[in-house]
């Protein structure tokens, strides 16, 4: 059982891609969805978050100073491309080349395994 997540804090991924997804994704569409002002029209069928677009990135919903106390302000209403993010060794044995690049632009080290602490079973 994993105790420890080094993504609460982190959110360098948050300040380096844009995070873009379908329009019914915000409240718009799905009641409890992302917040309609939080994001911004790309085209028809897609949104972005606003501030994840151009060279120096940062979700208007970030809070916090990136890889200390950096947390999602609407983490339970987040959008699917966020949800999909995984970071490297959350499963004990994958590297996501994206979550070492966002982290490097940041000045963090990339993640290892042993940044996931685990419960002996």
């Given at each position: ?11 360098a ?6 995070a873009s ?10 009641p ?15 949104v ?15 809070t916090?100073?990136i890889g200390?106390?950096?947390a ?39 993640l ?10």
């Amino acid at each position: 059982m994993k105790t420890n997540n080094p993504c609460l804090g982190c959110g360098a991924c948050c300040a380096f891609f844009r995070a873009s997804f379908y329009w019914a994704e915000t409240e718009a569409g799905t009641p409890g969805g992302v917040p309609e002002q939080l994001a911004e029209k790309i085209n028809d069928f897609r949104v972005q978050m606003k501030g994840t677009r151009g060279p120096q990135p940062r979700c208007v919903a970030l809070t916090g100073e990136i890889g200390k106390n950096a947390a999602c302000g609407i983490y339970e209403r987040r959008s699917s491309v966020c949800r999909a993010f995984q970071p490297s060794w959350v499963d004990g044995v994958t590297v996501n080349e994206d979550c070492g690049r966002a982290r490097a632009a940041h000045g963090l080290m990339p993640l290892t395994p042993d940044d996931w602490e685990l419960d002996a079973v």
